[in-house]
């Protein structure tokens, strides 16, 4: 059974950084494209950050610029590294598997707040 870990959250402010991580005990994470999600309060989960299994990435508008998604295909890890956070940029971050979503995990809690 796949297991998706996602950490790195916490309590940042305006204009702060966080770098989020996701463990997956897949075999052959390499074949894999692999996404962040951004659920925030009282609204559905949607994608930010794609990276494809040759490292091609694509972002939601709201971060482009902002956010960096990677890979370690060695670690089967994807990570997310998040600038100039926002207050919009809170709520509870997921990684999972595109298209075919796997069983998803806990997430991982942003709060963007001064």
């Known amino acids: 059974q796949v297991q998706l870990v996602e950490s790195g959250g916490g309590l940042v402010q305006p204009g702060g950084s966080l770098r989020l991580s996701c463990v997956a005990n897949?075999?052959?994470?390499?074949?894999?494209?692999m996404a962040w999600y951004h659920q925030a309060p009282g609204k559905q989960r949607e994608l930010v950050a794609r990276?494809?299994?040759?490292?091609?990435?694509v972002y939601a508008d709201s971060v482009k610029g902002r956010f960096t998604i990677s890979r370690d295909n060695a670690k089967t890890t994807v990570s997310l590294q998040m600038n100039n956070l926002k207050p919009e940029d809170t709520g509870v971050y997921y990684c999972?598997?595109?298209?075919?979503?796997?069983?998803w995990g806990p997430g991982t809690q942003v709060t963007v707040s001064s």
């Open positions: 897949v075999r052959i994470f390499s074949s894999y494209v």
């Open positions: 999972n598997r595109e298209p075919l979503n796997f069983d």
């Open positions: 990276i494809g299994t040759g490292g091609t990435t």
